[in-house]
């Protein structure tokens, strides 16, 4: 099946500062989300982006899909962006969604 | 527009019990899908259900079952409960129909004892 390889695994950061999370997938795919978890265990959707680049306020994100990977840009980044970020894949349209294993983002004031 | 509802939010059974949880999808969303997230296997893909079919399954014991209804409600079912089976079990909408993203519920947070 599909691997999906995010790094860095854990991030540590000051507040306004920018950064870079990544996510590799081992084969070709028809949906990638990007999530962000609450510490209440909800998954909040932040991107639906199986290919190109999209921007919401102080994030964005590009997928290169012919090279396998998407990155999650976080800018000038705030102590309530603290949380695990996930990326998922999907190869059909079943709602089979392959996680990686999550960026634990600490973002420090 | 109200997301996805997922009931109860926190349950405690013991071992050998069984445990129903349930899933309202976002309205006019006809897939539901189940995921298990553990702190050892991150989060894992059990079922997904479309028009009360059940359309693709993880690689689950047969403990864990799930069905839906037909105005899309989904429920899920673990039987004979395991200390392993301590986890949060997210559910997602989508409409169904064509690629989309999926919608995540608040999950339910089952504690085995």
């Known amino acids: 099946g599909i691997q999906v390889e995010q790094s860095p695994p854990d991030l540590i950061l000051q507040e306004g500062a920018n950064s870079t999370l990544r996510c590799n997938f081992s084969d070709s795919v028809n949906n990638l989300q990007w999530f962000h978890q609450n510490p209440w265990g909800q998954l909040i959707n932040l991107f639906y982006i199986p290919s190109g680049t999209k921007q919401n306020g102080r994030l964005s994100a590009t997928t290169v899909a012919t090279e396998r990977y998407s990155l999650l840009y976080i800018s000038s980044s705030q102590t309530t962006d603290s949380g695990v970020y996930f990326c998922a894949v999907e190869r059909g349209s079943q709602g089979n969604l392959i996680f990686g294993k999550g960026t634990k983002l600490s973002v420090k004031p | 527009k109200a997301g996805v509802t997922q009931t109860p939010r926190y349950l405690i059974k013991t071992r050998g019990q069984q445990v129903t949880l349930s899933c309202s999808p976002i309205?006019?969303?006809?897939?539901v899908s189940w995921y298990q997230q553990t702190p050892g296997q991150g989060l894992q893909f059990l079922f997904e259900?479309?028009?009360?079919?059940?359309?693709n399954k993880g690689n689950f014991p047969g403990r864990f079952s799930g069905r839906q209804f037909s105005n899309s409600r989904s429920e899920m079912n673990v039987s004979t409960l395991e200390l392993g089976d301590s986890a949060l079990y997210l559910c997602a909408s989508r409409t169904g129909t064509a690629l989309g993203e999926l919608f995540f519920g608040e999950g339910s947070r089952l504690t085995v004892l």
């Open positions: 309205s006019g969303h006809r897939s």
């Open positions: 259900y479309f028009s009360e079919t059940q359309r």
